[in-house]
């Protein structure tokens, strides 16, 4: 079984700023990498497949990057409603990280 | 556009049964595999079970093989899971979820239901 473990578990960022979030994967799982966004109360939404293609409809300020199995989301100016939880998810066979919650500081 | 909804949870004691449903709109059911992911209170994302496409392949985590059972019916775009023998760490929002346009993997979502809570205590 792949496991999934993200970093750190809570991120304190002021808008405006810059957030990264990583995530580790056990074994390489071929970039085979999505990173999914979930506020309180609602259902997650899909950003990033394939590491690194947006999904649609997702603002550019989202970026993915990685290989093998360290992998990077980074949200470039963080806007108010980007606060929220950051899963990433090996797709190979839907193993996801313990999550992210990004704060505001 | 696209919707999916879910219904069927609710309060069951431990050792017993709940059928979820999960209704499908505004894309070709019948061409997209289907999964359902929980989220234990305050827990993070666990997929729970997928089918294809034409229901003839299923797929079960380890945590609920045996007990549960997946299942839809493409004349009538829907989608169940049935629950057998529950647990207490069975207790959970229960999402539905769309396989991604994107790829075809069964396991990357693009659409998600609004999430059902299942609790099961005594």
């Known amino acids: 079984e792949i496991v999934m473990t993200q970093s750190p578990a809570t991120l304190s960022v002021s808008p405006g700023e810059r957030a990264t979030l990583s995530c580790r994967a056990s074994q390489s799982v071929n970039n085979n990498i999505a990173w999914y966004q979930q506020k309180p109360g609602q259902a997650p939404r899909l950003l990033i497949y394939?590491?690194?293609t947006r999904a649609t409809g997702i603002p550019a300020r989202f970026s993915g990057s990685g290989s093998g199995t360290e992998f990077t989301l980074t949200i470039s100016s963080l806007q108010s409603e980007d606060f929220a939880v950051y899963y990433c998810q090996q797709y190979s066979k839907g193993t996801f990280g313990q999550g992210t919650k990004v704060e505001i500081k | 556009e696209v919707q999916v909804v879910g219904s069927g949870g609710g309060l069951v004691q431990p050792g017993g049964s709940l059928r979820l449903s999960c209704a499908a709109s505004g894309f070709t059911f019948s061409s997209y595999a289907m999964s359902w992911v929980r989220q234990a209170p305050g827990k993070g994302l666990e997929w729970v079970s997928a089918i294809s496409d034409s229901g003839g392949s299923t797929y079960y985590a380890d945590s609920v093989k045996g007990r549960f059972t997946i299942s839809r019916d493409n004349s009538k775009n829907t989608l169940f899971l049935q629950m057998n023998s529950l647990r207490a760490e069975d207790t959970a929002v229960y999402y539905c979820?769309?396989?991604?346009?994107?790829?075809?993997?069964?396991?990357?979502?693009?659409?998600w239901g609004q999430g059902i809570l299942v609790t099961v205590s005594s």
């Open positions: 979820a769309k396989r991604a346009e994107y790829s075809g993997s069964y396991y990357l979502f693009d659409y």
């Open positions: 394939g590491a690194s």
